[in-house]
């Protein structure tokens, strides 16, 4: 089995600098798209990457207690059920460790090493109208060039360090969870302050407190959290796994989330609400994301939320032993899943360890970093060492920070001034044979993400042949058609308990001046899935070919 210390080689030595498509990023969409390009069509491609390791996220998001919250048995490749009976899983979660072995595994099997460049950033892409070629430049100043060009750079890769006063004169050491040292951190006999309280947050947390001499955790926005239930994998289910290949891969194409569970048809609001209850108890002992699934209208009815967010939060008050902590943590301004619901292993039950304190920022908001801590209104914490469980700036940082400009000097920040554009959440007008993989507009980061990976990946190579086999060079969204997609996404996102939850990533509004768009689309994998397949049947609608 490959280890990552194969991931640590540069393979990439030849000096060729044109190809027929880029790709920027070796995550999970990454490895796929090369493999898909390369080996199914035949074509030159070559693979930038920023790391010195494929992986992605995966590579990067090293802090303790980092895990999936998809079950392991779906969160992987189903393109090949040769791989899928190949590798065998740990655990009902996969870690961190073992998703990389994984991906490392998989770069190995299909050869991928030798077509990726590592540690190479990029810093500018700009389209050549007349040589119809995307010229991109990296930080070490390398040029390349290729008729497509695939963004690949994930969703949540942007780390967002908060702009918070006082940071530079801190005399302790601080990380975010995002950029998390390969070498690990020894909480061992220091004071910990951890900022931000989501899914990272929440994984974080008590693996923290087992070796930390103290954690002190700075909640914002107090969150929904259910019980992971992570245990290791019975020699049953490796059996079953291995011999139902294709029914896990099809199941994970007929679900709302790409998820290995499909959501019930009955509805809270009809439910009686003792029947209710333990229903909603089964979903808790059972754990997991699958909580979602209890009712039907969870997502689509507030009425409905209400009674899973009243459930949460008695759980949370039935966990946490100290009134005060209880209040603050149960104090939730959100529609339950509205803003991405994170699974637990003994988050709340941490509180109750006699050296973890938690710091309510809405009483008291963080003034700045002192030399010696974290310093809100009301109080100085000292620390030795802060952790930024803070987020990133996601779904369109990765892709802007690329600085990518289109036909006639369009510049993908200027297009996206007011909110990201684009035409399926695959091509942005303007900035024709650029494909974003996962990109705003898709479902992305509301689905299991290897599921909406692997659907972009195949419909962009398919995209891709059809092109070749018609003799054309050019696909380029269409405004019009984008701005319909755009409306469709806004319909979607309305028909959800989504844009109730005011502060979230989802719509930008945890970065400072980022515009205030509703980014993935909301509207399920089975039905975007089955648009995108009906526009490639119908001779790429919406799109440009030349
Ligand atoms: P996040 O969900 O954006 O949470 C960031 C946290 O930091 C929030 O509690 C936020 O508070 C707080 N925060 C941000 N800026 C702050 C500031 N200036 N002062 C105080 N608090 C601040 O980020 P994340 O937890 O890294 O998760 C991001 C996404 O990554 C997840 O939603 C999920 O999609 C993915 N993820 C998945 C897994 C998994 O599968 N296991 C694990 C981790 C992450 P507010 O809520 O008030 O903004």
Redesign the pocket.
Known sequence: MANETTAQVNPSKDHKSEFDALVVGAGFAGLYQLHCLRDRLGLSVKVLEAGGGVGGTWYWNRYPGA???SESHVYWYTFSPELMREWEWSERYPGQAEILRYLNFVADRFDLRKDIQLDTRVVAATYDAAANRWRVRTEAGQTFTAKFLITAVGC?STA?V?N?PGLEDFAGEWYH?GQWPHEGVDFTGKRVGM???????I?AAPVIAASAEHLTV?Q??A?YSVPARNAPLTAEFLRYVKDNTGEIRAITHETLNGMGFRIEERLAVETHPDDRESLYEAAWERGGLQFRAVFQDMLTDKKANDTAADFIKRKIRSIVTDPEKAAILSDIDHPYAAK?PPIDTDYFETYNRPNVSLVD?RQAP?ERISRVGIRTTEAEYPVDVIVF????DAMTGPTLRMNISGRDGLTLKDAWGAGPVTYLGLQVAGFPNLFTITGPGSPS?LTNMPVAIEQHVDWITDCIKYLNQKGLDRVEARADAADRWVAEVNEMANKTVFPLAT?S?YLGA?IPGKPRVFMPYAGGMVRYRQICAEVAAGGYEGFTLS
């Open positions: 895990r999936c919250d949540l967002n908060p918070i969870t900022i931000g309280t989501g899914s990272t947050g994984q700075f914002r926005t969150n991405r920022l963080i469980a803070t987020g990133f980061v502060h990533w945890n």
